[in-house]
């Protein structure tokens, strides 16, 4: 029997990462898990975030246990696991050994559009809660240890044409692509982690990746504007190395 294929999909929040997720569970063949790491960034941090307590009761509080568990068997025995990271999650203290045995790739978005986003649940920000440097880093070490860049792809790519941008993800991960990934039934998931009910609503009622916005995001206020320029500078660095649509 051949080894499973672990994918571990780095991103920000809001990066449509949960649309994503949705996308490789519609295959049949992947098993998917909902940022693991969560609640051992919030036992660790003790930073406050939106159903905190419920996070910190439903999941490992020790990385140690989440590492070990994403190395070990595939739930549901599927030939592909997919998981879905948030770089901000992976403090300084946590080990990263594990992530070798998985096929790193890195899901980036215009910090505008992130922070319009995140904003709108969480007014209260800092530059470390959106993932831009520690996604950065995490980019560097992974291509350092492979000897070439891993895969980048862009949200703004994935919702402007989701087949090709998809197939082209699919490729750099040396797995076949599936039309399946292009729709799923709305509704929540057991996969999903206990604080869908605050973030997953727009999630919740798609069948599918939702078409690019025609008009930009609303402007920002001068601190959120500053902190999409401090996170511009790492956008572009992964950007430059972000895969093309195959079409």
């Known amino acids: 029997m051949s080894e499973p294929v672990r994918i571990a999909m780095w991103s920000g929040p809001r990066n449509i990462s949960t649309a994503m997720m949705r996308s490789f569970e519609a295959r049949g063949d992947c098993a998917v898990s909902d940022e693991p790491f969560y609640a051992a960034y919030l036992a660790q941090s003790g930073i406050d975030h939106p159903m905190r307590a419920e996070t910190l009761a439903a999941m490992p509080n020790d ?3 989440v590492a070990e568990s994403l190395v070990g068997p595939v739930p549901g025995g599927k030939p592909l696991w ?6 901000h999650h992976m403090l300084p203290g946590f080990g990263r050994d594990w992530a ?3 096929r790193n790739a890195f899901l980036i978005r215009d910090p505008a559009a992130v922070l319009a986003s995140y904003t709108q649940k969480r007014p ?5 809660d959106l993932g831009f440097v520690q ?4 980019f560097e070490a992974e291509a350092e240890r492979l000897g070439h860049a891993p895969p980048v792809i862009d949200a703004a790519d994935v919702l402007a044409n989701p087949r090709a941008t998809l197939a082209a993800l699919c490729a750099a ?4 692509f599936t039309e399946k990934m292009l729709a799923w039934p709305p509704g929540r998931r057991a996969t999903d982690g206990v604080w869908a009910p605050v973030w997953y609503g727009a999630v919740e009622r798609s069948t599918g990746f939702a078409a690019p916005q025609s008009a930009p995001p609303p402007p920002l206020g001068e601190a959120f504007k500053a902190l999409a320029d401090a996170g511009q500078v790492y956008y572009e660095r ?3 190395h972000r895969l093309l649509p195959q079409d």
């Open 100 to 102: 070798k045995h998985c």
């Open 82 to 87: 997919y998981q879905k990271h948030m770089t």
């Open 135 to 138: 996604q950065w880093e995490l």
């Open 124 to 128: 209260e920000v800092a530059l470390e």
């Open 238 to 240: 992964l950007a430059r």
């Open 173 to 176: 991960l040396d797995i076949p």
């Open 63 to 65: 990385w140690r246990v």
